[in-house]
């Protein structure tokens, strides 16, 4: 069984500092993993995503993520926050890209602060 | 990658009405969808798999009878929530899934039963 755990429901930075918004997840089996960003009423857009190969991920709006197996992490992190990047981020894990299922964390509200 | 297109984005109805959400695959023949339902400050969870052609499978603890899908096309599924309630007030979301992409979301319907 799979399952995510997002530390922090609601994180707070100011503008131009480091953002990182923690994920850690459960997985009996080689996971796949997924950020997504969603901006107030509307659907999840896809930030970055791991599957294999290269443990350092790098996605849009500078985002990038890292997984590391021995943590059981796959924290997101951008080095200079910006007004637009305030939204609602989620973790998902899956267990194989063939699953039909996403297991989602329970979101973290990024506020950032002028 | 794949676009979904969720529709309405929004609807109001009364108690006891019944409301259709509708969620096409423009550009990618999906023969699974999938619905999703996000609780204010939760995360998604997975309601059920839009199969075409065939019945859905619905998660546990989703009343089948109340949430209606129909897949009649590669393009097309709806969700029927019967007989609303103001407890069903929430946020759905479709996806479509395509292999080495991941998942595309639609944009969302936000329900709100009066």
């Known amino acids: 069984a799979q399952s995510v755990t997002q530390l922090g429901s609601h994180v707070s930075v100011s503008e131009g500092a480091l953002v990182l918004l923690r994920c850690n997840y459960s997985s009996s089996v080689p996971p796949y993993l997924f950020w997504y960003v969603q901006y107030p009423n509307q659907g999840l857009q896809l930030l970055l995503k791991y599957t294999t190969g290269a443990t350092l991920v790098k996605g849009i709006n500078g985002f990038e993520a890292e997984f590391k197996k021995s943590e059981t992490s796959f924290h997101l992190t951008k080095p200079s926050a910006h007004m637009s990047d305030a939204a609602e981020y989620f973790c998902?894990?899956?267990?194989?890209?063939?699953?039909?299922?996403?297991?989602f964390g329970t979101g973290t509200r990024l506020t950032v602060i002028p | 990658g794949a676009v979904v297109s969720q529709h309405p984005s929004r609807v109001i109805c009364k108690s006891g009405t019944s409301v259709k959400i509708e969620c096409r695959s423009l550009d990618f023949q999906a023969t699974t969808m999938f619905w999703y339902r996000q609780f204010p400050k939760q995360s998604l969870m997975l309601m059920a798999t839009?199969?075409?052609?065939?019945?859905?499978?619905?998660e546990q603890g989703v009343e089948k009878d109340k949430f209606l899908i129909n897949h009649a096309s590669l393009t097309l599924s709806t969700l029927t929530v019967t007989s609303a309630h103001p407890e069903d007030s929430s946020f759905y979301i479709c996806s479509v899934r395509m292999s080495g992409t991941g998942y595309t979301f639609g944009s969302g319907t936000r329900l709100t039963v009066v």
């Open positions: 839009s199969n075409e052609g065939s019945k859905a499978t619905y």
């Open positions: 998902a894990v899956s267990d194989i890209e063939g699953a039909n299922n996403l297991f």
